[in-house]
């Protein structure tokens, strides 16, 4: 049965991921240097900065598709490297921008595949659910990827991230490719989908705007370290620092020209 969320305990939420001196060099590139800090549990938190600042480096060290050279990242109270890979990315869906279906399986079975790869089948009433989820109806179960719109491709890859009933969703620049319409609406519905699911959200985003209006946490990164560790209010409220308030007065620059447009 599919995980759904539970009332929160009294008192401090509970962390679900632990970072702890995580480091990681490419060459002579720091891309990770030296970053701990800790992400409560059903939390939304995005991770922002300019390209080549580290978010998605740092993002990979959760699910291990990355290995630092130094540091612990720690699922609960576990060190993702005592955990079997295919165990440890049960509990972690992933979403990035390439989607990644396979071209020669249907909708069903590229949702599936995460359970089968596991040993499990997934039944049929599972995947309708899951296409429930992302707005799709189970006409789409019997697609294959190449009859699909990119938007359509996106949600197949959050239901296939969901398909393991994870505890965290990572997702690596998810809306990037998609139109501006599709984008806002499918990351509507991933946020509705995070507070029904009581997931824990990490995202990476270039969208300063995007990680605004979706996260309740930000944070920012420049030459592969946090320098802003802020809500989307304090944000916008001027906290954080020059490199984070240069983020924020994009989106704010971008408003105010388009209120100066309004007849």
């Known amino acids: 049965m599919p995980r759904t969320a539970q009332s929160s305990p009294s008192g401090p939420a509970q962390n679900v991921l632990t970072f702890t001196g ?9 891309a990770v240097d030296n970053v701990s800090l800790a992400i409560a549990a059903r939390s939304f938190v995005a991770l922002v900065g300019t390209s080549g600042s580290g978010k998605s480096t740092l993002l990979k060290t959760i699910n291990r598709l990355i290995e630092p050279d130094a540091g612990t990242v720690c699922l609960d109270s576990t060190d993702v490297r005592d955990m079997a890979a295919p165990a440890l990315r049960r509990r972690i869906g992933y979403v990035f921008q390439g989607i990644g279906l396979f071209p020669h ?6 949702i599936a595949i ?6 499990e089948r997934l039944p049929q009433s599972r995947i309708d659910e899951l296409l429930d989820g992302v707005e799709l109806d189970g006409s789409y179960a ?30 690596d620049e998810p809306f990037g490719a998609l139109d501006p319409v599709t984008r806002a609406a499918l990351g509507i519905r991933v946020r509705a989908l995070h507070d029904r699911l009581g997931l824990s959200t990490v995202m990476v985003t270039h969208d300063m705007a995007e990680a605004l209006l979706l996260a309740d946490r930000v944070l920012v990164m420049e030459q592969g370290r946090i320098i802003a560790d802020n809500s989307p209010k304090e944000l916008l ?6 490199t984070a308030q240069g983020l924020v007065s994009v989106p704010r620059d971008q408003a105010k020209a388009l209120a100066g447009l309004t007849p």
């Open 22 to 30: 995580v480091t990681k060099q490419f060459g002579e590139v720091m």
């Open 105 to 110: 399986m249907t909708v069903a079975e590229n």
């Open 114 to 119: 995460g359970p089968r790869v596991a040993g």
């Open 142 to 171: 019997s697609r294959m990827p190449s009859e699909l719109s990119g938007g359509q491709r996106q949600r197949i890859g959050v239901a296939r991230a969901l398909a393991g009933d994870p505890q965290v969703l990572l997702m």
């Open 237 to 242: 409220g001027g906290a954080g620092g020059d």
